[in-house]
């Protein structure tokens, strides 16, 4: 599973623009609690092909004891403890202050690895300047310039030394035939008792697997014939021979999951309907390429004006996963979870569908027939033929000239054509567009 890195310091030492160039984006998951002022924030970030996830936080005042400091203390803490490395941010030009005494004296007790760095350190000097850093008593002082991205490689690769990534934990062989299905969504949306229900009332065998990296728990069972591996966000605990559900949050366990997921079961809280975290967590599944079924909880709960509400959120909030098919179920009293399983093992059998190069060039040849792909100036792209390029998801890789100029609207026609071909639902569906070389190119002129 990934890394994780959380920046932590006092106010304005630059945390916001050092995580906005350690994951080279704008974008990040956010974990929006009821009721808390200063949320986290979560992003991907690569350095080469080594992938990590980072954790940026507010202003940390660790003995805050009020108002909103206290709030932003229990989103720090929150962060430090689901990070595998913290990363302590100072301003190298307002130097040392009593706050980063205070935040130094609380990262030094908890023993977790901890790298100390110097933002906004642009044309100092390593040595005079920096100096002082060190009656932080954590060691080396590592300069930096987020706004100018100096040194930041440096600090990528000394944060993942002592992690000993050498060994690639997904190099595991994966047993044949085992789906293994992700429960994500918000804190208590019914992840816990939906997952109890499974393990009780269908008289699954069950066992805790030792935890990977982090405490992530996977629980083998089976249910007829087919073999699963649940992959646990929701804190599973075993207490004695009883499992016990425990609605523990963590957005990094959410987001390890997912990676490791062949399917995701995202369940949305029919009493609250589709919120920014929702499509937040939506939007990870999809850029992760995790076949996806959608499953609102507490239907029951609500009246029909609710229901309505609550379609029509999902309609317009998650567009994007027209594909995935919907279930109305109640955890609590038990209805409309059989028809979960059926959708699972499809949307499986999609991610992992092969596609034969005569047919995907067919479909493509009929499609252009049916409907061609607008003229660009000069130029109309000519599609030639396709290929599968991968599964989980699968990927199409169509082939021609001009490809620059096909439209996404065109792309998305293209899609709905192959989708319809092979029952491609419940997961993504990418299409690579590959343009041959002109070779008249070096000739011109």
Not at 34 to 60: C, M, P, S, W
Not at 193 to 202: P, S
Not at 268 to 279: K, L, P, R, S
Request: proline share 4%.
């Amino acid at each position: 599973m990934k890394p994780v890195l959380a920046l932590v310091g006092r106010p304005n030492v630059g945390k916001s623009t050092l995580f906005n160039r350690l994951t080279k984006s704008r974008d990040a998951i956010v974990a929006d609690f009821a009721g808390l002022t200063r949320d986290r924030h979560y992003g991907n970030g690569k350095q080469g092909k080594l992938e990590y996830i980072v954790i940026d936080t507010g202003g940390f005042e660790p003995d805050a004891t009020t108002g909103i400091f206290k709030e932003m203390a229990k989103q720090t803490t929150q962060a430090v403890a689901e990070s595998d490395v913290v990363i302590f941010v100072v301003d190298a030009r307002a130097g040392v202050s009593a706050q980063d005494h205070d935040i130094a004296n609380y990262l030094r007790r908890l023993g977790k690895p901890c790298l100390l760095v110097a933002n906004k350190a642009e044309g100092m000097l390593e040595g005079s300047q920096l100096v002082e850093f060190y009656e932080l008593g954590l060691g080396e002082v590592i300069p930096v310039s987020a706004a100018h991205g100096q040194g930041i490689r440096q600090l990528v690769e000394q944060a993942l030394v002592p992690l000993n990534l050498s060994e690639d934990e997904s190099d595991e062989p994966e047993q044949p035939g085992v789906i293994k299905l992700a429960v994500a969504g918000r804190p208590n949306v019914g992840k816990s008792t939906l997952i109890n229900v499974w393990l009780g009332e269908e008289r699954l065998v069950a066992f805790d697997l030792p935890g990977t990296t982090r405490d992530a728990i996977s629980v083998p069972f089976e249910r007829n014939g087919q073999k699963f591996e649940l992959i646990d966000t929701a804190g599973l605990r075993r207490r004695g021979k009883v499992f016990e559900a425990i609605e523990k949050f963590s957005v990094v366990k959410t987001l390890q999951a997912i990676e490791s997921a062949h399917v995701v079961l995202l369940l949305i809280d029919a009493t609250q309907g589709v919120t920014d975290q929702d499509a937040h967590i939506a939007g990870y599944i999809l850029e992760n390429g995790r076949a996806v079924v959608l499953a609102v909880n507490k239907w029951d709960a609500v009246d029909e004006y609710q229901r309505e509400i609550v379609k029509r959120s999902i309609e317009t909030r998650l567009p994007f996963l027209k594909f995935a098919n919907m279930h109305l179920i109640s955890a609590q009293k038990r209805q409309g979870l059989g028809p979960l399983w059926a959708s699972i093992a499809q949307a499986y059998k999609a991610a992992n569908c092969k596609m034969s190069t005569p047919v995907l060039t067919r479909l493509l040849l009929e499609a252009v027939q049916f409907q061609s792909p607008k003229r660009a100036g000069m130029y109309r792209p000519k599609l030639r033929y396709a290929h599968q390029g991968g599964m989980n998801p699968p990927v199409i890789v169509i082939h021609g000239n001009s490809l620059e100029h096909v439209t996404d609207a065109y792309k998305r026609f293209l899609e709905g054509r192959f989708r319809k071909e092979f029952d491609l639902v419940g997961t993504p569906l990418r299409i690579e567009l590959k343009t041959s070389a002109n070779p008249f190119a070096d000739k011109a002129g």
